[in-house]
């Protein structure tokens, strides 16, 4: 798609916008954003310049040579000849744009000054990324911020075309009133990619005109506030969504992900009390942070890579313990394809709460990496759902397992007939190739652990075990236990480390 001319009451909004910061004269005049007709220098008068100026074309002109030259697009050696042809202005407009989109946006548009022909070129780039590198670094925090939205502002007003990616990671400016101006200018440019990174201080709230980004194929908010209108219909085109530290109501966030029926990748981090239903048919990789009073994947057939980390108050784990329902089958029971799983802190503790599921519904014959952390040994409940996940991956080539196991507890209640009990004696890891166990305290379950999958992987080629940095009188005979114990694996290796 080619350069646009920009909407007249789209231009006389941001126009409104400039007069209120009372710029609109910088914006004739300010280098790299001229309208004027002033003489410019080319390649070829280099020589007729001041020192400066000369200086600063060099500059850029090896720049954009380098970032040519990375495009894939190769410059002749004759360009260093400067009364010879401009090689880099007559590059193909595509190759420019690439060169140009992996510069700052600031040198982006700087490179006005190389010639006329390069005035207004980084006025089509259709990806716009800005923070806080885009002005002068100064003590006075107000003084940036206002430099920050005149750059943003006249780079909008004065750009051509559609813009596919807008791009703002600030912690400047949280409640500025010029980001609905912003975000309405985009919702007229066919934004693609919207990423709206937002530090400390009072949440932006999202304003309505951004739901009307009928083209918008990812979507990233931090600290903002999230309320769609009630005749929003979903994002249709949208594939990535991540929200971090979004104020939005959970029944949103599920009519949000169950509205998209196009998309692939679902973030969601530092919620609090959430209870979430994810239905999204198309979902490929998911990953959520926070306190989850419950979760359940009800349609996710396609999903390769999750990864999930809860936080548990006492309230949470008291509620979590009066559920009957099977945790397990609830949260992994839809995810056939899953290929990569990745639980951090609490995340065996919730698969475990509920009834025993027994027989697994599915086999997860795709999985091939599980990586489980902080995962308690003296719990019963959280060894069978290590066994049970990893007994029906019969394809599972790696696997790593942090522990946290309460050393005086673990060993007060062995409970050993528990693998005599609960092992399938018919299981056999035929894939498992490398296995990491960390922060293990030599608990009498760890060992059995380390034991068992010893004796059940006729593949395995190396296994690192490191003790926990508070077991230091233990270490020997953890050392000489872990040396005796039998192996399928004729090849496997045994690396310990020590901090």
């Known amino acids: 798609m080619g350069p646009q001319t920009p909407n007249p009451n789209m231009k006389m909004s941001l126009l409104y916008v400039l007069n209120k910061l009372q710029i609109a004269r910088q ?72 060169i140009l989109t992996r510069l700052p946006i600031r040198d982006a548009v700087r490179t006005s000054i190389l010639s006329s022909k390069w005035r207004y070129k980084w006025s089509a780039l259709t990806q716009l990324v800005f923070d806080e590198k885009c002005v002068i670094s100064s003590d006075d925090q107000c003084e940036v911020e206002d430099s920050l939205v005149k750059f943003i502002t006249r ?38 990619e919207l990423v709206l990174e937002l530090g400390e201080g009072e949440w932006f709230r999202v ?61 969601l981090s530092y919620f609090d009390s959430l209870a979430l239903t994810i239905r999204a048919p198309n979902l490929k990789y998911l990953c959520l942070e926070g306190e989850f009073k419950d979760i359940c994947l009800e349609n996710t057939p396609l999903l390769v890579a999750m990864s999930v980390a809860m936080y548990m108050t006492d309230d949470k784990a008291e509620h979590f313990e009066q559920s009957s329902s099977s945790n397990f089958n609830r949260f992994l029971g839809g995810a056939p394809r899953l290929e990569r799983l990745i639980g951090h802190i609490y995340f065996t503790k919730y698969l ?38 990893i007994a029906n991956s019969p394809n599972l080539n790696e696997l790593k397992i942090s522990g946290s196991s309460n050393t005086l507890a673990a060993i007060d209640a062995p409970d050993l007939n528990f693998w005599e009990e609960e092992c399938p004696s018919d299981c056999t890891f035929k894939q498992l190739k490398v296995v990491k166990m960390t922060d293990m305290s030599g608990v009498p379950h760890e060992m059995e652990f ?37 192996r399928a694996s004729a090849q496997a290796e045994i690396f310990v480390i020590l901090d």
């Open 27 to 98: 914006v004739q005049t300010e280098q790299g954003f001229s309208h004027s007709t002033r003489k410019v220098v080319s390649f070829s008068r280099l020589a007729s310049v001041s020192d400066e100026r000369v200086k600063e074309e060099e500059h850029y002109r090896k720049t954009i040579r380098k970032l040519s030259s990375a495009s894939g697009f190769s410059i002749l050696s004759s360009m260093d000849d400067v009364s010879g042809p401009d090689l880099i202005t007559d590059l193909p407009q595509s190759i420019i744009e690439s």
């Open 155 to 192: 780079a909008l007003f004065l750009h051509q075309g559609p813009i596919h990616k807008f791009q703002l990671t600030t912690t400047n400016l949280q409640c500025c009133p010029d980001i609905d101006q912003w975000l309405l200018f985009l919702s007229r440019n066919d934004i693609k």
């Open 207 to 267: 304003p309505s005109c951004l739901f009307n980004c009928k083209k918008l194929t990812r979507l990233e908010l931090f600290r903002c506030e999230f309320d769609p209108p009630p005749s929003f219909k979903g994002f249709l085109c949208l594939k990535s969504l991540n929200l971090h530290q979004v104020l939005v109501s959970p029944e949103a966030i599920e009519s949000l992900i169950f509205s998209c029926p196009l998309l692939e990748s679902l973030a």
């Open 352 to 389: 475990s709460i509920g009834d025993d599921p027994g027989i697994l519904p599915i086999t997860y014959n795709h999985l091939k990496v599980v990586e489980l952390y902080q995962v308690s040994f003296e719990d019963m409940k959280e060894i069978l759902v290590v066994l049970r996940l």
């Open 450 to 486: 380390i034991k068992f999958l010893l004796a059940k992987s006729p593949a395995l080629e190396t296994m690192s075990f490191s003790p926990c940095i508070y077991v230091m009188d233990e270490r020997l005979n953890m050392l000489i236990e872990l040396l005796r114990f039998k």
